[in-house]
């Protein structure tokens, strides 16, 4: 790269950072919080997240803070690069970030993020978490706690906490109300589509969509494929979200069958080997494949890979994998998240709501140091409230409030019929 496409890199990743920054009010006024509190004055946070905007003003927001702040990718695709040197060329953040990590690069940013020596640990699926219970356990002493963003992060947080083998407390910011009902749900429904779209296109309308999983990210899909018109159909294993999945009006089946009309496929389960080779036998020529979990485990690769007479890239982020008998699927992003790794993640002001949680929970833990013990901990109440009521007011949405009279009511038994 030569110094002028630096420059122009560094310029495009500030105007993404400022632009960002403009549309997350309620991080401004967690941020003003923080800085007049202190609470996180001088205080080492090492963070593994998607490295893009959004993130970057969560970063910056800590530093801001009083904070020493470093940033890793927490997936070696979804690093917007410009955003990544405008942090560490305009903002002196360091951070440790390429899109297209291999997977050494990807660890070596990991553990340059932890060489910090944090107090607090800032993760999205419990990798940098992981590292610091296997190989860096030197580091665990000072870490008074961390929180965890994802679905994915929490469910490993949670073997490990029933193992005995996790030794710090850590927020559970994926279950705060103000992160999953909107994050998972309407972030991860556009981001999902807007990558699917990019990388593809094609149109929806009128196409059978199927989703693999109907947790919140799940209906979030669902839920706006069949906005654009596409004739959806879920896969579950748990059979009240297939109830679920059924009375919100879509179709229900095993795997096995809707690959057979599926133009395209999404899996968003946390889970691996969803579409694997018994689906790939069966598939609908032409499939568009894409995953929206967070790890590339959902769509069996080395199944595909094996059963494939050949791989080319058709297009930007779509590999193209002809079978045996001459059918072809299109699997986007090398089946890693594909809003990110061709998208730009969930909408800006949704991203406002889940880091002004973030950047409220660092503060709980830094301020509960020594009281939480090591497990997994729900966002207080006050912290879901009090986002929900800043981006109301961000909304200029008013609500009304009950009357002592109702306080009452809703606090006893006695008055019925
Ligand atoms: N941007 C930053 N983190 C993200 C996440 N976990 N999901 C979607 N977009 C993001």
């Given at each position: 790269?030569t110094?002028?496409?630096?420059?122009?890199?560094?310029?495009?990743?500030?105007?993404?950072?400022?632009?960002?920054?403009?549309?997350m009010?309620?991080?401004?006024?967690?941020?003003?919080?923080?800085?007049?509190?202190?609470?996180?004055?001088?205080?080492k946070?090492s963070?593994?997240?998607h490295?893009?905007?959004?993130?970057?003003?969560l970063?910056?927001?800590?530093?801001?803070?009083?904070?020493?702040v470093r940033?890793?990718s927490?997936?070696?695709?979804?690093?917007?690069?410009?955003?990544?040197?405008?942090?560490?060329?305009?903002?002196?953040?360091?951070?440790?970030?390429?899109?297209?990590?291999?997977?050494?690069e990807?660890y070596?940013?990991?553990?340059r993020?932890?060489?910090?020596g944090?107090?607090?640990?800032?993760?999205?699926?419990t990798?940098?978490i992981?590292?610091?219970?296997?190989?860096?356990?030197?580091?665990?002493?000072?870490?008074?706690?961390?929180?965890?963003?994802?679905?994915t992060?929490?469910?490993?947080?949670?073997?490990?906490?029933?193992?005995?083998?996790?030794?710090?407390?850590?927020?559970?910011?994926?279950?705060?109300?103000?992160?999953?009902?909107?994050?998972?749900?309407?972030?991860?429904g556009?981001?999902?589509?807007?990558?699917?779209?990019?990388a593809?296109?094609?149109?929806?309308?009128?196409?059978?969509f199927?989703?693999?999983?109907?947790?919140?990210?799940g209906?979030?899909?669902?839920?706006?494929?069949?906005?654009?018109?596409?004739?959806?159909?879920?896969?579950?294993?748990?059979?009240?979200k297939?109830?679920?999945?059924?009375?919100d009006g879509?179709?229900v089946?095993?795997?096995a069958?809707?690959?057979?009309?599926?133009?395209?496929?999404?899996?968003a389960t946390?889970?691996?080997g969803?579409?694997?080779?018994?689906?790939?036998?069966?598939?609908?020529?032409?499939?568009?494949?894409?995953?929206?979990?967070?790890?590339?485990?959902e769509?069996?690769k080395?199944?595909?890979?094996?059963?494939?007479?050949?791989?080319?890239?058709?297009?930007?982020?779509?590999?193209?994998?002809v079978?045996?008998?001459?059918?072809?699927?299109?699997?986007?992003?090398?089946?890693?998240?594909?809003?990110l790794?061709v998208?730009?993640?969930?909408?800006?002001?949704?991203?406002?709501?889940?880091?002004?949680?973030?950047?409220?929970?660092?503060?709980?833990v830094?301020?509960?140091?020594?009281?939480?013990?090591p497990?997994?901990?729900?966002v207080?109440?006050?912290?879901?409230?009090?986002?929900a009521?800043?981006e109301?007011?961000?909304?200029?949405?008013?609500?009304?409030?009950?009357?002592?009279?109702?306080?009452?009511y809703?606090?006893?038994?006695?008055?019925?019929?």
């Amino acid at each position: 790269m030569t110094e002028k496409d630096e420059i122009d890199l560094v310029e495009k990743g500030v105007l993404r950072l400022e632009w960002a920054r403009e549309h997350m009010p309620v991080l401004a006024r967690v941020r003003e919080e923080l800085k007049s509190s202190g609470v996180l004055k001088g205080v080492k946070i090492s963070m593994a997240l998607h490295t893009e905007a959004k993130t970057g003003i969560l970063a910056l927001t800590l530093k801001e803070a009083g904070a020493r702040v470093r940033l890793a990718s927490c997936n070696p695709l979804s690093t917007d690069d410009s955003v990544a040197a405008a942090l560490r060329e305009h903002y002196g953040l360091e951070t440790y970030a390429r899109k297209g990590e291999t997977r050494e690069e990807y660890y070596e940013h990991l553990n340059r993020v932890l060489d910090l020596g944090p107090e607090v640990i800032i993760d999205d699926g419990t990798d940098l978490i992981s590292l610091v219970h296997t190989t860096r356990k030197e580091l665990l002493d000072n870490i008074v706690g961390g929180n965890e963003e994802t679905t994915t992060g929490i469910v490993r947080l949670r073997a490990m906490a029933s193992e005995g083998v996790l030794r710090f407390p850590v927020m559970d910011v994926n279950d705060a109300d103000m992160k999953h009902l909107f994050d998972n749900r309407y972030g991860t429904g556009q981001s999902t589509l807007d990558g699917i779209m990019t990388a593809t296109n094609l149109q929806l309308s009128g196409k059978r969509f199927v989703v693999a999983g109907y947790g919140w990210c799940g209906r979030g899909i669902a839920m706006r494929a069949r906005g654009m018109g596409a004739r959806v159909a879920v896969c579950e294993v748990d059979p009240v979200k297939a109830v679920e999945a059924r009375m919100d009006g879509f179709d229900v089946l095993p795997m096995a069958e809707a690959v057979e009309d599926a133009d395209f496929l999404v899996t968003a389960t946390g889970c691996a080997g969803v579409v694997s080779s018994e689906h790939f036998k069966r598939i609908k020529d032409g499939c568009v494949l894409a995953n929206a979990g967070h790890f590339d485990n959902e769509v069996d690769k080395e199944a595909l890979s094996s059963l494939a007479r050949e791989r080319r890239r058709v297009r930007e982020f779509v590999d193209r994998y002809v079978l045996g008998d001459g059918r072809r699927i299109d699997l986007l992003a090398e089946g890693r998240l594909v809003n990110l790794a061709v998208g730009q993640g969930h909408p800006v002001e949704i991203m406002d709501m889940s880091f002004a949680i973030q950047a409220l929970c660092a503060a709980h833990v830094v301020s509960h140091a020594g009281e939480l013990e090591p497990g997994v901990h729900p966002v207080p109440r006050e912290i879901d409230e009090r986002v929900a009521r800043l981006e109301l007011d961000a909304m200029g949405v008013s609500i009304d409030t009950l009357t002592e009279e109702q306080r009452r009511y809703l606090s006893s038994w006695r008055e019925g019929t």
